[in-house]
């Protein structure tokens, strides 16, 4: 009988040690995981009862709207005249005469000026800047900084020989901004969304929208059904229908645009002034050979910070200066990389781009029939040889799209609190481009109950689970999705994210700087090389 029960506790340690040693073992290296930071914000963000309704305190609301500033016109505006005029502004390279060689960094200055050439003495216009050469395919982002004393500096590095063209483009006038800013912080009607009801043979269609605002509810004689998740604490408004009780809801649609704008708002907003090319920057440097000198590249892993510039395009291929990044050209050599995993993608349509770019490339990948919504998903592929299960679907509400049951869009968070997670399981999502007309605090409301569902997936999988934020990317250019509004957004969600060991993936700077003419669905080219970024991350060599 003792040694049986000798025998018994020995089988216990053994259990208890390998379970010790295996959660000790799994976790990311320092630097890459800091478990007092997920002990401390789990604790803290345990409700909904912080600034806004969101999970976070009012240190990082502060510390995010700081993030976000960004400087207005000094004076109340009558005229398009006193706008930013691309065509009145100038441009001069620091130190014109110096000898370029690959490795150097130029610095260019831009100094605004009004349609009437007066020079201008405050910031805020969004410009984006990049250098390029045509034959090469080459291309790379610069980094613009804001004097706020319309005076801007571009910092341009030097990465390829030969000739390097300065291009600086004026997204929006300070004015501009202004507008977008108001518009977005006090009218999120201006794009809406129906709810369709039905039941008892009848069929009733709504608006709905995320924010109970004066416009939803009318003089309130129909309002609302709310309805509420009970995980993420989003909630969903629509108007009440006039026959159908709430639960009668089966459907969601994208219903239309309504920004109301004055004359001059349109005027400052319209295709005429937006997105211009300065003429005065088109300059031509010409850089000499020279051994790139670059600090060690280690592995793509979890963690990683984003500089400026992250990489380069050549011949139409990125050139990462993150990381070492793998290349991907056969069909074979990506069944590899993904094989015995299951990727879940969850966002908007510039994510399933990644979705159909893999389905395209890969013919072993066979898409099931699931007879879901062709824009909204969800969809799944699977290759069976290889045990691999691909997964996208969008990111739930608010979404812009074709009529869609209202049972097939699930929140972020609540599907990741059902993953159980592990070294098999690749999370992928983005989530920026549905929500730039909805004020910060619905979309700080989101991320929040996604990155504590981040937190709570990879604890309970012990670090196992590769968790891949794509940011957002260009190519919106209205009031209903402006660069800028993109912009701001994603600002907000690498900084909540920041400390956390998953992988936000830059490509911004991607479609920023390729030659491509800028649409918020990057071309094939684009998309391949932001998918084989992606694979470095979950094949690191």
């Known amino acids: 009988m003792g040694k049986k029960l000798f025998v018994i506790l020995c089988i216990v340690v053994a259990i208890f040690t390998i379970l010790f040693l295996e959660k000790d073992l799994s976790w990311p290296s320092e630097g890459h995981f800091k478990d007092f930071y997920f002990e401390t914000w789990t604790t803290n963000s345990s409700s909904t009862n912080g600034i806004n309704g969101t999970l976070i305190d009012s240190a990082e609301w502060l510390s995010l709207m700081t993030e976000i500033e960004w400087p207005h016109p000094t004076d109340v ?42 020079r201008k003495n405050y910031g805020g216009d969004f410009f984006q800047a990049k250098l390029y050469n045509t034959e090469l395919k080459a291309s790379t982002f610069g980094q613009v900084t804001d004097h706020r004393n319309g005076m801007y500096t571009i910092q341009l590095a030097l990465l390829w020989p030969g000739t390097a063209t300065v291009s600086v483009r004026l997204i929006h006038s300070s004015e501009a901004v202004h507008v977008l800013a108001r518009q977005r912080d006090q009218d999120p009607d201006k794009v809406y969304f129906l709810g369709h009801f039905r039941g008892r043979g009848l069929e009733e ?31 969903w408004i629509c108007r009440k229908p006039n026959k159908l009780p709430c639960s009668a809801w089966t459907e969601h649609s994208f219903g239309g645009y309504q920004a109301r704008l004055s004359g001059l708002e349109s005027r400052l907003l319209n295709r005429s002034s937006t997105d211009i090319t300065l003429p005065e920057c088109n300059i031509v440097l010409h850089v000499q050979q020279q051994t790139l000198k670059t600090s060690h590249k280690g592995k793509c892993l979890p963690g990683l910070d984003t500089p400026v510039p992250a990489g380069f395009f050549l011949q139409d291929k990125w050139m990462s200066l993150v990381c070492e990044t793998q290349s991907f050209p056969s069909v074979e050599q990506i069944s590899a990389c993904v094989k015995d995993k299951y990727i879940i993608m969850m966002g908007d349509s510039t994510l399933r781009q990644w979705f159909e770019y893999l389905l395209q490339t890969v013919p072993t990948l066979e898409k099931l029939n699931l007879f879901t919504s062709q824009k909204s998903g969800p969809f799944v592929a699977v290759d069976m040889a290889s045990n691999i299960v691909l997964k996208w679907q969008a990111h739930g509400l608010p979404l812009r799209s074709h009529k869609t049951p209202r049972a097939d869009l699930h929140y972020i968070a609540n599907e990741l609190e059902r993953l159980p997670g592990g070294e098999h399981t690749v999370v992928v999502f983005t989530i920026w481009a549905h929500f730039t007309t909805h004020p910060l605090s619905t979309y700080i409301r ?7 569902a981040v937190v709570s997936l990879l604890r309970r999988s012990f670090g196992r689970t590769l968790v891949v934020i794509k940011s957002a990317n260009t190519g919106y250019k209205d009031v209903y999705g402006s660069d800028w509004l993109s912009w701001q957004l994603d600002r907000v969600l690498r900084a909540m994210f920041r400390n956390l060991p998953v992988v936000i993936l830059d490509v911004w700077q991607m479609t920023s700087c390729h030659y491509a ?3 918020i669905h990057p071309p094939t080219v684009v998309v391949r090389n932001e998918v084989e970024l992606f694979l470095s991350f979950v094949c690191p060599n």
Not at 206 to 235: M, Q, W, Y
């Open 77 to 118: 505006l009558t005229s398009v005249d006193v706008a930013t005029d691309p065509d009145q502004c100038s441009c001069t390279v620091i130190h014109p005469d110096a000898t370029h060689r690959v490795g150097d960094y130029v610095t260019v200055e831009v100094f605004t000026r009004d349609a009437k050439g007066r």
């Open 517 to 519: 003419p800028d649409h």
């Open 446 to 452: 989101r991320l929040s109950s996604i990155r504590r």
């Open 205 to 235: 269609t709504v608006h709905c929208n995320a924010e109970k605002s004066p416009r939803l509810i009318g003089d309130g004689s129909n309002c609302c059904c709310t309805f509420s998740d009970p995980l993420t604490e989003e909630t």
